[in-house]
């Protein structure tokens, strides 16, 4: 699957990326070991300076994707190349210590992330005490300017985690994965934890200190409003594999697959006289470990055939232009590109 902003820097690139945890079975017997399938054979590419969405239901793999990509799991197969380096190659120290660098994360639950015995300004000044960048004064210096960067004032510097709203801990989250000047950020559902009141504030925020710090973001969530307002192009997963990838704009106003269908009827609207014509979907998410045959989403697909049982559907590009590829896994839509 190609980046649709071929112009760009590709920044990360994943391939055939696989990660497989173990579920117990026959232990000497390879062929009787049972497996979850969190990440099934995935691939994309994101550009430099743009945000890619991942979005699905929990459980679909889009969070493990992320661990992968910052080095916390190894993958069973398949290669994550960050600037032209192997995450999980074997590589230099330096080369190492420069990945870990240049990758930052900004988890869900702030509160979790955050560790509650140390002050806001030892939070935010130790990565660059891990990396050892400065000495303390600098360190201190750069921490303020971070914090003022995420709009919280300079006494926050002297506070503990449990004297801040959620939204503020997720600023200081922020402020700590920025401290680096990192290249690629990974959001992992960064507002689902907040008040809806706040939700705004933070997202346009992310998106001022993308502009700020030309940064790339890799933006996992279930919450498709959320994604159509921060992503330029969306990948939609379930059970470990991508189903649907386009730009976000014709994601949302021509959806193929029919599970990318379900997601976007399940967005309420405003409006109690507007009524949604919903796909329905019925049956119950398969296992992980006992996953259906041929394609993965026809145990709940309202448009499901008999090829579909026996042929896993390839993920093909159904777009109408070369230029902006539209890539859907659906035996619904036989012209292959």
Known sequence: MQSTQQESKTLLKVTNLRKYFSAGGDYFRPSRRKYIKAVDDISFTIPEGSTFGLVGESGCGKTTTSKVILGLYKPTSGTVIFEGSNVHGKLATTVKRGIHRDIQAVFQDPAGSLD?????????????????????????????????????????????????????????????????????????????????????????????????????????AHDLSVVRYMCDQVAVMYLGKIVEFSETKELFESPLHPYTKALLDAVPIPDPVNVKVRTPLSGNIPSSINLPSGCRFRTRCPYVMKICSEVEPELTNEGKSSVHPHYTACHLYPNKS
Do not use: W
Request: avoid cysteine; glycine fraction near 6%; charge should be neutral.
């Open 116 to 220: 509650p015995r140390m002050r806001i300004g030892s939070i935010v000044e130790e990565p660059l005490q891990i990396h050892s960048d400065g000495i303390e004064g600098e360190r201190k210096m750069i921490a303020l300017q971070m914090l003022e960067a995420v709009g919280l004032s300079r006494e926050h510097y002297f506070r503990y985690p449990h004297e801040l709203s959620g939204g503020q801990q997720q600023r200081v989250a922020i402020a700590r994965a920025l401290t680096l000047r990192p290249k690629l950020v990974i959001l992992d559902e960064p507002v689902s934890a907040l008040d809806m009141s706040v939700r705004a504030q933070v997202l346009n925020l992310l998106k001022d200190l993308q502009a700020q710090f030309n940064l790339t973001y890799l933006f996992v």
